[in-house]
């Protein structure tokens, strides 16, 4: 517990008074253990997620076992159609119990069970059936993501105080990307001789594993009881939530600062695009990817969690800032002379976005676990994921722009959504 302690103030910079805002003094003991837990849960889960990525290890297993590019394509909407949709009407369900871990750790485990059964798919099933059982899995995968989503920020709200929130989203962030970061070296420089076959394996199974561990370090987590009173229906969670959006519109704001913040993370698959059109240099190295998205972690996030825990909100408009240079920055690289057009020069583009990317995903979790009333936690973050998931339905064509009108008109419409994004997050209250 001593050891604990001290990894503790190392981290958040707490001395030895401890404050407690908005968590039982009672339990204001357990913080340190608490967020150390939380911490190892992460550690796992996040390298997890870069393992079987649906944005790349996933398309890539697909195209090594036969799979069309249609369904690959799909997989990143999938994902995020299945993990934030149903959440408002879980949420409610998740109120009439008095501790929440259940619903992150189960669903963890869950998962591990549903990327098994994707390796089954790849070895077993072939061409346009394994794709589309992929597909499947995945979206069923994804929907206990969402559940475990909900039940995450409530848990965080109970067990870490305000102003260490942040910290802590930026500790899991951090200790996934040096596993990430590791791995990714690993698979670069002493695995690429490996059979594919046998590098699928490797990272299914050890998915599987991670996901496992991070169910079990979240059940270890010291959550006390809370109110179960006010449990309802998806029926009554929809109109509860309607209620909430009619009454609270900095709400409203901030759901349409993170909807139009999406722009990011939008922009990643076009990016890459650009990069291998204007350099001819190939990008799909699997290692290189899973290198990138680990540095992209470890460099940024504990920047950003500080960020976060003085202002989610300034670092949520910061963002924007970051992300509309960064397109304005490929625009410019389009414009290079042919013999400038480096892959060396383009390829911190990439890694910027990433970053980016995970500055504004800890500033919206940062934000919205701070502002939303203890009482009604699960709802706000379920409502406002839900809303969120009908405007990746909406999004999802965007790509088309590309085709239609060109890269750079694709670029200007990412960079307007971004400074929508701005005029939202600044009409946010401070948390």
Request: hydrophobic share 50%; charged share 15%.
């Amino acid at each position: 517990m001593a050891q604990a302690e001290e990894i503790y103030r190392f981290i958040t910079e707490e001395g030895e008074e401890r404050s407690c805002s908005a968590i039982s003094e009672v339990h204001c003991t357990d913080v340190p253990g608490n967020f150390l837990k939380n911490a190892l849960s992460g550690f796992c889960s996040k390298l997890a997620e870069q393992l079987v990525s649906p944005g790349v290890t996933l398309p890539w297993m697909i195209s090594l076992f036969g799979g069309g590019m249609g369904i690959s394509g799909m997989l990143v909407p999938l994902k995020n159609l299945g993990s934030l949709l149903p959440q408002l009407f879980v949420s409610g369900r998740i109120r009439n119990y008095p501790r929440r871990k259940y619903f992150w750790a189960f669903p963890a485990f869950f998962q591990a069970l549903a990327i098994l059964l994707i390796g089954g798919a790849f070895w077993k099933l072939e061409g346009g059936m394994m794709a589309a059982a992929v597909a499947v899995l995945l979206l069923l995968f994804s929907i206990a993501s969402g559940v475990a989503s909900v039940a995450y920020k409530d848990v965080m709200g109970k067990t870490i105080p305000k102003g260490r929130r942040g910290r802590l989203l930026a500790t899991r962030a951090t200790g996934g990307g040096v596993l990430t970061l590791a791995f990714g070296l690993v698979l670069f420089f002493f695995l690429r001789d490996m059979q594919a076959s046998w590098t699928v394996a490797l990272l299914i199974v050890g998915a599987s594993l991670l996901w496992v561990l991070a169910g079990l370090a979240f059940l270890w987590i010291d959550e006390a009881a809370g109110a179960t009173e006010g449990g309802r229906t998806p029926f009554q969670e929809f109109r509860a939530g309607w209620k909430v959006l009619r009454k609270d519109r900095n709400l409203v704001n901030f759901i349409l600062s993170r909807a139009f913040l999406m722009a990011i993370p939008l922009a990643q698959p076009y990016f890459v695009v650009i990069g291998r059109e204007y350099t001819d240099a190939d990008l799909s190295g699997l290692g290189l990817f899973v290198i990138a998205a680990g540095l992209a972690a470890l460099i940024s996030s504990p920047l950003w969690g500080k960020l976060a825990d003085r202002s989610s909100r300034g670092l949520m408009v910061g963002m924007a800032l970051l992300g509309i240079l960064n397109c304005g920055l490929v625009a410019g690289f389009t414009y290079l002379p042919e013999g400038s057009r480096s892959i060396y020069l383009f390829a911190p583009l990439i890694l910027m976005n990433m970053m980016a990317h995970g500055g504004a995903r800890l500033s919206r979790k940062t934000y919205l676990t701070d502002y939303a009333p203890e009482e009604d936690r699960p709802l706000y973050v379920a409502l406002a994921n839900t809303l969120i998931g009908i405007f990746t339905l909406a999004a999802a064509g965007i790509g088309f722009l590309s085709e239609w009108f060109g890269p750079l008109f694709l670029l200007a419409f990412l960079s307007g959504m971004l400074l929508l994004s701005i005029f939202f997050s600044r009409r946010l209250e401070e948390t």
